[in-house]
């Protein structure tokens, strides 16, 4: 069965009523024939019947053996941290998205459990790095937001070797493009906010484990937490991913475009994009991925804040904002935005310099968006006119 074939029949219709879009069931309790006895529901943060219907949606998308649904993408990696006890390690690739940063050092390292920060790009640098604490390793690939690419083979190979688990933050890739679990994970996080939504409607967190035992460990903590999803939140989802597959190829066709345009601008000194063959890690992305992506990020020559948020401020078709993933066109300053969070010599030492701008490539016309941000880039004055000059505008 092709991908996109998958996609489309993972989503079942009701056997009820023979609908063909999920049910909303839109109720905070369920009727019992006796205490105890019930058609399978009794409470709905325990277990609702469309959040269930997206979370094996997801658990097959993955090939994993459970799913589990969260309020948020933050929810489903709190959920993943609450695995671990005080005294034990995270070993966490360098370039992180900042709130899960946040959540890593400023809630979880208080409770005892280290994170060690690390170049994942090259699988030694984890070798190396893994110690008798470590009990996850934590990877985003393609990172947020300068789009590092990690192997998530042989990584998985590290893990097992040393008795951790390896959780894979999929939400760049999603499995239109990219499934860990197959790879060797053990958990996939995603921000369904994101791709699997694809709308900017919603906000959701997916967890899946490829373990039947570990995925019972995930749902007893959303259960005991009680950071679920919504029956509707749930079925946005589900509706979303009725067209990720075309979706994606369309996002990864336009960013590709972006990024060859971006790569040539005599404005541009640096473009992040894993599609391009000077991408450091570009090999290992064609390898483990079925695709690019939609994202593309790059740093200006004139590497200052001010530069990068006179550009950002002057798009017309790509829309100053948080997230991304969704069908219109987004750009954000991460320095400013998403990883305002992570100490600037931190974030820095990570590659996500000052004038570091993030896109998130949509469904518009790929010409329309070159020339976007053509007209942006001449209006900022960072067309032709020489660095030196450049440096001096305030």
């Given at each position: 069965m092709s991908n996109a074939t998958q996609l489309i029949h993972s989503i079942p219709v009701d056997p009820l009523t023979g609908s063909i879009s999920v049910p909303i069931y839109q109720t905070s309790t369920f009727v019992q024939d006796a205490p105890g006895i019930n058609k399978g529901f009794d409470y709905a943060r325990t277990n609702n019947p469309t959040r269930a219907?997206?979370?094996?949606?997801?658990?097959?998308?993955?090939?994993?053996?459970?799913?589990?649904?969260?309020?948020?993408?933050l929810a489903a990696i709190d959920a993943v941290l609450k695995l671990l006890k005080s005294g034990d390690e995270i070993l966490a690739v360098d370039d992180i998205y900042g709130g899960a940063f946040r959540l890593f050092t400023h809630v979880y390292e208080k409770f005892?459990?280290?994170?060690?920060?690390?170049?994942?790009?090259?699988?030694?640098?984890?070798?190396?790095?893994?110690?008798?604490?470590?009990?996850?390793?934590?990877?985003?690939?393609?990172?947020?937001?300068?789009?590092?690419?990690?192997?998530?083979?042989?990584?998985?190979?590290?893990?097992?070797?040393?008795?951790?688990?390896?959780?894979?933050?999929?939400?760049?890739?999603?499995?239109?493009?990219?499934?860990?679990?197959s790879l060797g994970a053990d958990l996939v996080v995603h921000s369904a906010t994101k791709y699997l939504g694809g709308h900017s409607d919603l906000i959701a967190g997916l967890v899946v484990t490829k373990e039947k035992e570990l995925g019972e460990r995930i749902k007893f903590i959303q259960n005991a937490s009680g950071a679920i999803l919504a029956p509707f939140d749930s079925w946005l989802v589900i509706r979303g991913i009725e067209t990720l597959h075309l979706r994606v190829q369309q996002h990864s066709r336009n960013a590709l475009a972006v990024a060859e345009f971006l790569e040539t601008h005599p404005a541009v000194g640096k473009v992040y994009y894993p599609g391009l063959k000077t991408h450091p890690n570009h090999e290992i992305a064609k390898k483990q991925s079925r695709g690019f992506g939609g994202i593309v990020s790059f740093i200006l020559k004139n590497d200052t804040e001010a530069a990068a948020t006179d550009l950002v401020t002057r798009t017309k078709y790509f829309k100053l904002a948080e997230s991304l993933g969704g069908v219109k066109s987004l750009l954000c300053h991460p320095a400013q935005m998403t990883h305002k969070s992570i100490p600037a010599e931190k974030r820095r030492a990570a590659g996500v310099a000052d004038s570091l701008v993030r896109l998130s490539v949509g469904l518009e016309e790929a010409e329309d968006l070159i020339a976007d941000l053509e007209q942006a880039f001449e209006s900022t004055r960072l067309h032709t006119q020489p660095l030196q000059a450049r440096a001096t505008i305030n």
């Open positions: 219907t997206l979370e094996n949606i997801i658990a097959k998308l993955e090939k994993g053996s459970t799913g589990i649904a969260f309020g948020s993408g005892g459990i280290r994170v060690n920060y690390v170049d994942t790009t090259n699988a030694e640098n984890v070798f190396h790095a893994v110690t008798p604490q470590t009990r996850l390793i934590w990877l985003e690939t393609p990172t947020n937001p300068t789009l590092k690419v990690s192997d998530i083979e042989a990584i998985a190979k590290i893990a097992r070797a040393n008795s951790c688990w390896l959780c894979v933050d999929n939400t760049f890739a999603s499995p239109a493009l990219q499934q860990p679990l």
